[in-house]
RNA sequence: GGAACCAUCGCCAAGUUGGUAAGGCCGCAGCCUGCAAAGCUGCUAUUCGCCGGUUCGAGUCCGGCUGGUUCCUCCA
């Protein structure tokens, strides 16, 4: 396996830190808001690398987390009247739920920052004992960056630059620009605040990441955890940031590689709440499947940029209807084992920074000479077998192609319709006895117009949906 | 203002150590079909934004230019 790692800009075999091990700690939303397109991405990415770890062989442990006390949670608070319990519990059963349907798979570890109040704490206390951190006159408790030498390592951001960031508001008492808050005191009597030995408030985003993976992780020693993840807007400031408490705090670096997936943009737009084409998945799953919408955004590598666009949807939708029409034509059977030249070829290119690109060709070319061999032979039963296995492992990999064939083509097809699908099918065969072909057209015009695209088989005429 | 990334067929998109352009969508021709659809076969970039340079040889390395995106502020 070979890994892009963000701050060494370089492709570098990955050696986890533990034998056989691979501990990911990917950065989840903050839950005041339904999930986005950025936000399925994101999570696609990295459920696609521990699925290849998992093939790979190695024991993946993968935290994901939810940032449950956070300003904007907080304004919602105050704009709903609800509690924030309510609002973060909400959005995160959206957030599983949405996920689910997109086939990632559920985190080994799912912390939330209001049940890791403990190791913030504990770790923002270390910060201040050894001085890295200060406490100033309101009780805000700031990482003081100047006293890091290796600040500025992750992302390659120049310290001082200070003339530039003077448009940015700042506490006055911060000692340097970059210094960050640790921990933001109670405002007053609304606020809400957990009490902490330095004043009463709540922890900053940054540490609650760091504090979270000392809580869950162990690490070797020079390291905490193998690979941490997140979208490419995190790299500055919040991982530069993480990575410095926790090597501040614990004498060694955070993570042997970081990975950053590339952003959506819709129509070639930057996706934004401001620029009003945000795009919330549930929208999406409203008009595509999961499992299409999966396909369609894993099918650009994830470290590039990623526009969303209907035309390049279809053409991904396409993509997949050809792998479910060869299942078709497997079924009914049993799968043997898989072509071990095939699975090769997945791996490669799985293990080469995720090249999903690669990874659908070898798809494309192993359905492809399935058909061709079945057109040979259509009674090739070690070929069907072999193919159904070649699925199977593709499902279990890339996390698509899973479904029974006829329950994917006839998604949104009620049990009314479907009925009057197979009785116009039935008369149109009747009439194709019949050699009656004007009738037997018509109907097929007639299905066409609902949405209905039929196909006649040596088995018989099978219909999709459109 | 500072920094980074990207630029390959009509569209999407691969292309680690430089060695002579994957795959998909669309399109065209053929096979199959009563006709279609589906499936299969063949064809479709002498060329990789532009200009220079290094090299026997560059999409791949170096410099410049143009275009796009991102980060520097909460953000996947």
């Known amino acids: 396996m070979v890994i892009f790692d963000s701050v060494t800009k370089t492709k570098r075999p990955f050696e986890p830190i533990k034998e056989g091990e691979a501990s990911i700690y990917v950065c989840g939303p903050t839950v005041y808001d339904d999930a986005h397109l950025g936000h399925a991405r994101s999570s696609l990415a990295f459920d696609l690398l521990a699925r290849t770890l998992r093939a790979l062989g190695y024991k993946v442990t993968m935290a994901k987390n939810f940032t449950d006390v956070d300003d904007k949670i907080i304004k919602k608070v105050e704009a709903t009247g609800k509690s924030m319990q309510e609002i973060t519990t909400y959005y995160i059963d959206r957030y599983l739920d949405e996920m689910a349907q997109l086939g990632v798979q559920r985190a080994d570890i799912e912390p939330k920052a209001t049940e890791s109040l403990d190791a913030i704490e504990q770790m923002i206390q270390t910060l201040i004992d050894k001085d890295f951190a200060y406490v100033v006159s309101n009780g805000d408790v700031y990482f003081d960056t100047s006293k890091d030498p290796h600040y500025g390592e992750i992302s390659h951001k120049v310290h001082d630059d200070d003339e530039n960031q003077s448009r940015v508001a700042h506490n006055s008492e911060k000692r340097n620009p970059k210094d960050f808050a640790l921990w933001k005191a109670c405002k007053g009597e609304d606020d809400i605040c957990f009490d902490a030995p330095f004043a009463s408030g709540r922890p900053g985003w940054h540490i ?69 084409n945000s795009f919330f998945l549930k929208d999406a799953l409203k008009v595509y499947d999961g499992e299409i919408l999966r396909y369609y955004l894993n099918s650009v590598h994830y470290r590039n940029d990623f526009n969303f666009n209907e035309e390049d949807l279809l053409a991904a939708k396409k993509r997949l209807d050809k792998l479910y029409r060869l299942k078709k034509r497997l079924l009914p059977g049993k799968a043997s084992a898989v072509n071990p030249a095939f699975k090769k070829a997945l791996l490669d290119a799985m293990s080469d920074d995720l090249n999903i690109s690669v990874a659908l060709s070898v798809i494309d070319e192993m359905v492809a000479a399935s058909n061709e061999k079945l057109d040979e032979n259509p009674k090739d039963k070690a070929l069907k077998k072999e193919s159904l296995a070649n699925l199977a492992f593709i499902d279990t990999l890339l996390g698509f192609g899973g479904k029974e064939p006829y329950s994917y083509f006839q998604i949104g097809v009620d049990e009314t319709l479907k009925e009057k ?26 299905l066409t117009q609902i949405g209905i695209a039929i196909m006649d088989t040596p088995e018989g005429t099978v219909w999709e949906r459109a």
């Open 421 to 446: 699908i197979e009785a116009l099918i039935a008369k149109r065969t009747e009439a194709k006895k019949a050699k009656d072909f004007a009738t037997a057209d018509a109907i097929r015009d007639e």
């Open 208 to 276: 609650e990441c760091s504090a979270m993976i000392e809580k869950y992780f162990d690490g070797n020693g020079a390291y905490s955890i193998d690979i941490h993840g997140g979208g490419a807007d995190l790299l500055f400031p919040h991982h530069e940031n993480e990575a410095a408490q926790s090597r501040c705090a614990t004498g060694h670096e955070l993570a042997k590689y970081w990975m950053h997936n590339g952003f959506v943009q819709i129509d070639g737009e930057k996706m934004s709440k401001s620029l009003g």
